[in-house]
Nanobody, 126 residues
């Protein structure tokens, strides 16, 4: 069993920054696809960014590619998402997810992941 715990969400004004954290507990594999998703009320859950831990290859949705950055701390088994230049459209509940495989061509689809955290709220005001 794997547990994922997110933290670091909050409320900021447009143009501000936040850093989200996702800590993994329990039985994890050495190489897997580790991702961030987000979901606003009434909208589909969408992939934001992902990393394949076996090769450090990263993936970003186009809308965040130049503003968000993934990093990980192997000793703490924690994944970070640094979010800069935040926009109101970034407002959503952000979830951490794991797929015990390499990141697929459809990494951005929530159907590919079986393990999820409880979410952390990000609110960006104009």
């Amino acid at each position: 069993q794997v547990q994922l715990v997110e933290s670091g969400g909050g409320s900021v004004q447009a143009g501000g920054s936040l850093r989200l954290s996702c800590a993994a507990y329990g039985h994890t594999y050495s190489s897997y696809c580790w991702a961030w998703f987000r979901q606003a009320p009434g909208k589909e859950r969408e992939g934001v960014a992902a990393i394949y831990t076996g090769g450090d290859r990263t993936y970003y949705v186009d809308s965040v590619k130049d503003r968000f950055t993934l990093s990980q701390d192997n000793a703490k088994n924690t994944l970070y998402l640094q979010m800069n230049s935040l926009k109101p459209e970034d407002t959503a509940m952000y979830y951490c997810a794991v797929d015990f495989y390499f990141c697929r061509g459809t990494w951005w689809s929530h159907h590919e992941y079986n393990y999820w955290g409880q979410g952390t709220q990000v609110t960006v005001s104009s």
